[in-house]
């Protein structure tokens, strides 16, 4: 059975940092292009974060840019999101996500495993 579990989030101050963690079992996504997402209460899931599957290409939505860095070790099957200088703003539930194939993609539908999400809180 496919799991993908993320950990590492919790209550920071603002301007503070956080890093995620999310751990693949029942399959390697070596060669898989991984993703991380993101859900604030009242609004849809959004895209945070891509990279691919050599860890040569990333991509970030703007409001992260400069601040959250993807980054994968394929040898523990574990893809990473540091998050630094947080805003009140980034507060969610982040979810990691694994694409079907080493395509890198900023939708929801080009990913086909997810996690069950970590809650991520900043305050002011």
């Known amino acids: 059975q496919v799991q993908l579990v993320e950990s590492g989030g919790g209550l920071v101050q603002a301007g503070g940092s956080l890093r995620l963690s999310c751990a693949a079992s029942g399959r390697t996504f070596n060669r898989n292009a991984m993703g991380w997402f993101r859900q604030a209460p009242g609004k849809e899931r959004e895209f945070v974060a891509t990279i691919n599957w050599s860890g040569s290409i990333t991509y970030y939505t703007d409001s992260v840019k400069g601040r959250f860095t993807i980054s994968r070790d394929n040898a523990k099957n574990t893809v990473y999101l540091q998050m630094n200088n947080l805003k009140p703003e980034d507060t969610a539930v982040y979810y990691c996500?694994?694409?079907?194939?080493?395509?890198?993609?900023?939708?929801?539908?080009?990913?086909?495993?997810w996690g069950q999400g970590t809650q991520v809180t900043v305050s002011s």
């Open positions: 996500a694994a694409a079907m194939g080493v395509v890198t993609s900023t939708a929801r539908y080009g990913y086909a495993y």
